[in-house]
Every structure is written in C-alpha cells, then in structure tokens.
C-alpha cells in the first residue's frame, strides 16, 4: 500500500519495498543524454611488431629503460576519443558500421636497481569497427549560449567507457643491450550512442538538503584496541568430511565404513 505524500520524506535511496512509495508530485520534462544504442569490445592485447590486430598492438613495447628490476603493475587508465565514422548499411539505412579511433593511456611503474620507483607512460592508438549499431542523427540542430563547453553537440553522439588492467609486464633485452617492458592489457570497452532529449518523467519535486557532514570523533587507540575482540590465532581448517553427507549421491554405502574409507598412504 503506498503511503501518503505528508508521510513521504523524498530522498535517494533505494526502493526496497516494491509499491510503497506515494504518487509523484510533478510530471517534468528534463533534458538529458539518452542511449539508443550500444555494445562491448572486450579485448586482451600483447606487444607485436607490425600493424595491430584484435590481439596484439606494436605500441605496448616502452622506451629504453635505466636499469629496470621488478614490474609493479600499471595505473591511471585513460582513453580519448579522436574520430568516428558512419557508413550507413545498404540494407538497413537505420543501422550504420561505425569506425572508432581513440587513444588508451597509462602508466607502467616498475623498480629499478638502486631500489628506486619508475614509471613510464603508455599511449596506444587503436581502431576499432562495430559492424551494425543503431545510431541515428539528431533530427533538431542544437545551439547554446554556454561557454563553458565549446565542442559541439553533434560530437557527444558518441561516448566511450574504459575499464581497463595491466595483465602481465615482462623485460625485455634487444641485441644492442637495452632493456624493455612489455605488457599485457586487457580492457572492456562500451561504446554508446547518445542524443541529448527532452523525456519525461514522474518526480517529487527537488531533492532536499542534505544532513550535516557527520565528523567522526577521535578515539584513544588504546581503547579501541582494548575494546576489540582477540584474533583466532590459527587459520581455518580446510578438511574433507569423514562421511558422505548425502547418501543418495554417493555409491559408498553407509553401514561399510572400513571398507570404503581406507587411506592410501
């Protein structure tokens, strides 16, 4: 039963009870980028000489490196998007091949002899077709007097989400003695289609100022510790049971234990 609008405090939060909330307040139109399409490329590059390639990419190889000892893992990812293209289908017009190229970036940090942190920065360009996505043009032609943002609206129809990890990071030595990293990345990449449209939607009105910042006191350690339970002391045992706990799965017969359980040490 939905409870009434005078007993209804709107916040965020998450709707845990299914038909409990009230009726909204308002129907409002609110403009917002909306996503009529889009799709994963999951990817899991090594370094190779040559063009690049659904697996491989010549860029994952670093510059010379000053005396590299131990790879420590790769940091801040980035990706950019230079251009795309669209090459409506021939038989759909509604569907279009895009052609993404864009930029992954990051770090490599790594150790080298004197014990000393190093880093060095990848970029790798890649390019990247997606065979069929519904990605239509915006009907209405946009203007707006902001300043803050200068790029123009009919390039935000396409937007990329990078969630990307260094997989492995080797040395390398060439002929002339020089020491080189390569990695491996492996990166999940959703492209999206976006318009900015006018929806509308069911509200409450505005969201309502939130509570104070709670500060959280300072506490003797001596005390937390004193008042914290003590520590098992000993890991957890990982045994195998002695007896089959469902007889009906197992062949080994309840009322033949000797001959059945025997240890082959």
């Known amino acids: 039963m939905a409870i009434p609008n005078n007993h209804f405090s709107p916040r965020p939060g998450l709707i845990n009870k299914e038909g409990c909330l009230p009726d909204p307040v308002e129907l409002v139109c609110v403009e917002i980028p909306k996503v009529f399409d889009q799709c994963l490329i999951k990817r899991c590059l090594k370094f ?51 052609i993404i190229n864009f930029v992954i970036s990051f770090y490599a940090d790594f150790v080298d002899d004197n014990g000393v942190n190093q880093s060095e920065l990848f970029e790798i360009n890649r390019t990247e077709t997606i065979p069929r996505l519904y990605c239509p043009d915006s009907i209405a032609k946009i203007s707006s007097t902001c300043e803050s943002n200068s790029e123009d609206f009919e390039s935000d129809i396409l937007k990329l989400e990078l969630v990307a990890d260094c997989l492995d990071g080797n040395f390398i030595e060439d002929c002339d003695g020089d020491m080189f990293l390569d990695v491996v990345i492996g990166f999940h990449l959703i492209v999206k289609c976006e318009l900015i449209v006018q929806l509308l939607i069911p509200a409450y009105g505005y969201c309502p100022v939130p509570r104070p910042c709670k500060e959280i006191p300072t506490e003797d350690p001596c005390k937390l510790f004193n008042s914290s339970p003590a520590p098992k002391f000993y890991p957890d045992q990982k045994l195998k049971p002695l007896f089959p706990t469902d007889y009906q799965d197992s062949a080994i017969s309840p009322f033949n234990y000797d001959d059945d359980f025997n240890c082959d040490c």
């Open 48 to 98: 190779k000489e040559g063009p690049d390639t659904k697996r491989s990419d010549e860029e994952l190889r670093s510059n010379p490196l000053p005396c590299p000892k131990m790879f420590l893992g790769c940091r801040d990812f980035n990706i950019r998007l230079l251009s795309f293209d669209k090459i409506p289908l021939r038989n759909d017009d509604e569907y279009s091949k895009v």
